[in-house]
């Protein structure tokens, strides 16, 4: 079956830096995306991986490793507005998204 | 680019009502639309996809006959609620993608209470 994994919450402080991961199993692969939720609002676009490697945009970056399945997405210099959770989804052979649960970050001052 | 607007972003309706939401592509056309709920500290739950000009296939476990799926042109797919209860309360939330693309944009959501 197709799965992805995520931690379901993370704590970290404000102006540190924090990596949330994501596995992923399915049915083949055409990349992985991040999305940002706020409560209350829809999911907004964060990155795109579909080859090996870094992405770096800005505070945030992504990395994928297509023969791990494994992917993580680090947030630099966290900020207050940082505080939302962050959605791991998965392209499959069919181009659906297969969706990860979600990890609801929490920052601290 | 590549805006997905709902309507209305609140509603509350009476028990036994019908509620229809609007989901428009303005400024793409969207070749597939989603539809998706989140009920409060949950993940999206994707009901239904749904291709213009064909039928919407429902994911297992979501009735097609309480949430009607019309998807009649390439910028406009509508959800109907029909004969809501308060169990149907959630955060309902749809997306559009574009032919040959892989990222789905996200409306703002709806808000659903019923009473």
């Known amino acids: 079956g197709q799965n992805i994994d995520q931690p379901t919450e993370m704590t970290a402080t404000e102006g540190a830096i924090v990596q949330i991961n994501c596995t992923y199993q399915t049915s083949g692969f055409n990349g992985l995306f991040w999305y940002q939720q706020h409560a209350g609002e829809a999911p907004t676009f964060l990155s795109y991986n579909v080859l090996d490697g870094l992405e770096e945009k800005g505070r945030f970056s992504s990395f994928l490793s297509r023969s791990k399945g494994y992917s993580y997405l680090l947030l630099k210099e966290l900020q207050m507005k940082d505080s939302a959770s962050y959605l791991c989804?998965?392209?499959?052979?069919?181009?659906?998204?297969?969706w990860g649960a979600g990890t609801k970050l929490i920052i601290k001052p | 680019g590549a805006v997905v607007s709902q309507h209305p972003s609140r509603v509350i309706c009476k028990s036994g009502t019908s509620v229809k939401i609007e989901c428009r592509s303005l400024d793409f056309q969207a070749t597939t639309m989603f539809w998706y709920r989140q009920f409060p500290k949950q993940s999206l739950m994707l009901m239904a996809t749904s291709n213009e000009g064909s039928k919407a296939t429902y994911e297992q476990g979501v009735e097609k006959d309480k949430f009607l799926i019309n998807h009649a042109s390439l910028t406009l797919s509508t959800l109907t609620v029909t004969s809501a209860h308060p169990e149907d309360s959630s955060f309902y939330i749809c997306s559009a993608r574009a032919s040959g693309d892989y990222e789905q944009y996200f409306g703002p959501g709806t808000r659903l209470t019923v009473t």
């Open positions: 989804a998965a392209v499959d052979s069919n181009y659906q998204l297969i």
